[in-house]
């Protein structure tokens, strides 16, 4: 008799990927059934795994980058496995000096932010913030496109064209010039802000590319917001908004395509 199969995060990543069948899906899908939160959190990766293969169909060929080789990666972490033991004494003597001196022990162990998340995070936070406004949703209009190109180009040394996001019925609203975060280091960033005739708004947030120059692609969704994220050689770019999932894709699209200046992958 054959053992019932244990449903591990693994396991729901499999069936989120389609790679299980016959009696092994129907155990994960009976496990959901009986399982609402599982169920959401397996829904949204697939959501996650959708867009991404959406928007970014003509990078799917590309090679994978060295720093991402497998088996590179294992003799990083092989080769480093030998130094933790320092790590380890230190944060017991951390936790033994106290709760104060033990709160600080935390901070050394808490994962840190990619900088794919702080700028995903800071794009949202500025998205947020500014679509709500009317008379300064914009620092600079899109009565004054060529000057608002022009000035934010110069401010991240890239030349920044917005976007021609009319085919979804977006037009331009303005832009403005966002500070960099100094806990960060993402450098400036260039936010900007598109409208359609139902006053739905997205943003384009872009910042220099980082010290890295890596291609980076994410799709995160935060706080009922959909972040679409990319980083090449050039620039970083975050598309956000809140419109219905396949018009998001769409639009993120569309503004992937002129900003790398990479073909329509339907086309070649």
């Known amino acids: 008799m054959t053992a019932p199969l244990t449903i591990t995060e693994?396991?729901?990543?499999?069936?989120a990927d389609g790679r299980l069948d016959g009696s092994a899906r129907a155990a994960v899908e009976a496990h959901l059934e009986a399982h609402p939160e599982?169920?959401?959190?397996?829904?949204?990766?697939?959501?996650?795994?959708?867009?991404?293969?959406?928007?970014?169909?003509?990078?799917?060929?590309?090679?994978?980058?060295?720093?991402?080789?497998?088996?590179?990666?294992a003799a990083a972490r092989q080769g480093s496995a030998g130094g933790w033991l320092p790590f380890a004494a230190a944060a017991i003597v951390l936790?033994?000096?106290?709760?104060g001196a033990g709160w600080t022990a935390r901070d050394l162990f808490q994962p840190e932010e990619t900088p794919s998340q702080m700028l995903?995070?800071?794009?949202v936070n500025a998205h947020a913030l500014y679509v709500k406004e009317n008379r300064h949703a914009v620092e600079v209009a899109a009565a004054e496109e060529g000057h608002l190109t022009t000035w934010l180009s110069n401010r991240l040394n890239h030349q920044l064209d917005a976007p021609d996001l009319s085919p979804q019925g977006f037009t331009l609203v303005g832009g403005r010039l966002l500070p960099p975060d100094v806990y960060r280091n993402t450098g400036p960033a260039a936010q900007l802000m598109y409208e359609n005739g139902t006053k739905d708004r997205l943003t384009v947030y872009v910042t220099a590319a980082l010290p890295d120059k890596a291609r980076a692609y994410?799709?995160?969704?935060?706080?009922?917001?959909?972040?679409?994220y990319w980083a090449n050689d050039a620039i970083t770019c975050t598309v956000v908004?809140?419109?219905p999932q396949d018009q998001m894709q769409t639009v993120a699209k569309l503004v992937y395509q002129q900003l790398t200046r990479l073909p329509d992958p339907v086309r070649g």
Do not use: K
């Not at 693994?10 to 069936?15: R, T």
């Not at 949204?44 to 990078?59: K, S």
């Not at 994410?218 to 679409?228: K, T, Y």
């Open 241 to 243: 908004g809140d419109l």
């Open 38 to 73: 599982a169920a959401a959190e397996v829904a949204q990766w697939q959501r996650q795994r959708d867009a991404i293969e959406t928007l970014f169909d003509p990078v799917a060929g590309e090679p994978v980058p060295d720093r991402l080789n497998p088996h590179r990666i």
């Open 10 to 15: 693994d396991v729901l990543h499999a069936y």
């Open 120 to 123: 995903i995070a800071s794009a």
């Open 218 to 228: 994410q799709f995160e969704a935060v706080n009922g917001l959909d972040a679409f």
């Open 95 to 99: 936790v033994g000096l106290g709760v």
